[in-house]
């Protein structure tokens, strides 16, 4: 059975550290995507990040970055030099190659105090 | 404009009333979802098109639910007899053909906050 698990609720810390949130997922299929959103209080989800099962390589984009991991089923994001305008919930997905839906995480919500 | 479009961004109705939610995906985007998303929780998938086709409603909760999109652009969810368990924010994506360049990002509009009395 697919699933996506984000464990972490709710973090809070201070605008300039780096934070990094947690998510792993199952899935039998060899070949999936994992997908990462940002759902900001006016309620919209941005996309952020597309990433298929063969391609571990880590991704950096500014102050955002990705750690893929097959061996630990987990694709973790961590925003560096953290910013009050970051405060949002975040949602990891997973999508299988045999099947469209996305499959979302709980979210995490993301505070970033000045 | 450039993103998904939907309206209204607010409606509130009284238990019963029917609603009618609207979505305009980006232009080109062959898939269109539906996505019932509750207060803390994350996004419920609906309902899913490719063009006007409706290729999957499994995830519509009952009968009182419907979508529709005639023409493969604008889509439109109804929800009949209105209860107050269907107070929710529903969302509306869009993406690429799926055949193409697999499982493409989905882009999401800002939602309709749906409030039942």
């Known amino acids: 059975a697919q699933k996506v698990t984000q464990a972490q609720t709710e973090i809070s810390v201070v605008e300039k550290e780096d934070v990094t949130l947690d998510c792993v997922y199952e899935t039998r299929d060899t070949t999936y995507y994992l997908f990462w959103y940002k759902q900001p209080p006016s309620g919209e989800l941005v996309f952020l990040i597309r990433?298929?099962?063969?391609d571990e390589q880590n991704e950096i984009s500014g102050r955002y970055s990705w750690n893929f991991q097959k061996s630990t089923s987990s694709f973790n994001f961590t925003i560096t030099a953290s910013q009050v305008v970051d405060s949002a919930v975040y949602f990891c997905?997973?999508?299988?190659?045999?099947?469209?839906?996305?499959?979302w995480g709980a979210g995490t919500k993301l505070i970033i105090k000045p | 404009g450039a993103g998904v479009s939907q309206s209204p961004r607010y409606k509130v109705a009284k238990r019963g009333q029917d609603v009618a939610l609207r979505c305009d995906p980006i232009?080109?985007?062959?898939?269109l979802f539906w996505y019932q998303q509750a207060l803390g929780q994350g996004p419920e998938f609906l309902t899913y098109f490719q063009n006007e086709a409706q290729l999957d409603k499994s995830g519509l909760p009952s009968d009182r639910f419907f979508a529709e999109r005639p023409e493969g652009s604008v889509s439109t969810l109804k929800i009949q007899r209105t209860q107050q368990e269907d107070s929710a924010v529903y969302l509306c994506?869009?993406?690429?053909?799926?055949?193409?360049?697999?499982?493409?990002?989905?882009?999401f509009g800002d939602g309709t906050r749906l409030s039942i009395l």
């Open positions: 232009s080109g985007h062959v898939s």
């Open positions: 994506a869009s993406s690429l053909e799926v055949n193409v360049g697999r499982n493409q990002p989905q882009h």
């Open positions: 997905a997973l999508s299988e190659d045999s099947n469209y839906q996305l499959i």
């Open positions: 990433r298929n099962s063969f």
